[in-house]
């Protein structure tokens, strides 16, 4: 990927910039995905927007270059997943990969009972994270707390589930296979969900698969494979995906000059936290709050990368 030079139009070459959406396949850390995202684009600069655990599969958001500064706006959008939840038992983890701790009946559980305990998980919620999550606790991670053996004892978070829906239902053996929906803010763990289930049941639950179909208004069916031999060509424009997540002003040449030095300058647009401030060519220049008409600069976007 080559621009020319100012000085003598001769190609040199460019980092890439954009996001990335890529769909993960069961197995892998999201850490091995980022690791071979930078190999396929030869650029160390890759972030993430929130990761899978290895046996999860589905959207996850990835930047690259200065797009990674579009990161901090994605982290925290909304997302929604398809997963399989298993009655009658718990296990260490919340999921598959754990050990079984405790098993009861679900066979007697209703359809009644199931929906009651399903509303009960519904909406604004308080939801204690899995003790075997990334959240750090005295600086350390609260899985490696937990791997060692030690006691870990997580705060509840208020998160809200603005969908949980039953498609299906499997009974075999005492154990209840539940096919859901599930629709969350971000901060919200799939896991507990499971297990909360099987605790109002008194059956005990845990996670048996899970996928992310979607990341705010990013879905999983637009996204590359990780084994795709043009990652290059499927990166989302910085200014494509900022004009998802916010309203957008162009602005002209004398304009897009001040707002790359910082000035703050009227922009012809209602007010708004975040506004996306777009060059006379398209290209994103930065993001602003504007206030009673004018602009303040909340992150600008270099013009020496491709985007």
Known sequence: MTVPTASTGDPVATA???????????????????ARTRRALGTR????????DPMATGLMILGIGSSTRLLTYLVGLGKEYTATIRLGQATTTDDAEGEVTTSGDAGAVTDAALATAVAGLTGEIAQV?????????????????????????????TVTVSAF???????????????????????TYVRALARDLGVA????????????????P????????????????????????????????RLDAD???????????????????????????????????VRDGVSRVLVNFPTSEVS
């Open 201 to 216: 049941l008194g059956v005990g639950g845990h996670l048996t698969a899970l996928r992310r179909t979607a990341v705010g």
């Open 218 to 249: 990013f879905a999983v069916t637009d996204a590359a494979a990780v084994d795709d031999d043009a990652l290059t060509d499927r990166l989302l424009a910085p200014a494509d995906v900022a004009g998802r997540l916010f309203p957008s002003a």
């Open 16 to 34: 890439p910039s954009g996001i990335l959406l890529l769909d993960k396949p069961q197995g892998p850390t999201s850490h091995d995905l980022v």
């Open 129 to 157: 994270p899995s003790t075997f999550s990334a959240i750090k606790v005295d600086g350390r991670r609260s899985y490696d707390l937990a791997r060692s053996g030690e006691e870990v004892a997580l705060k509840p978070r």
């Open 255 to 289: 304009e897009a000059l001040a707002l790359a030095q910082g000035k703050r300058i009227p922009v012809p647009t209602a007010d708004a936290p975040v506004v996306a401030a777009l060059g006379p060519d398209g290209r994103l220049l930065g993001l602003v709050s």
């Open 165 to 187: 829906e039953v498609s299906d239902a499997r009974r075999s053996d005492g154990l209840v296979d539940l096919d859901v929906r599930v629709a969350v803010s971000s901060g």
């Open 45 to 52: 600069k890759v972030g993430h927007a929130g990761t899978l």
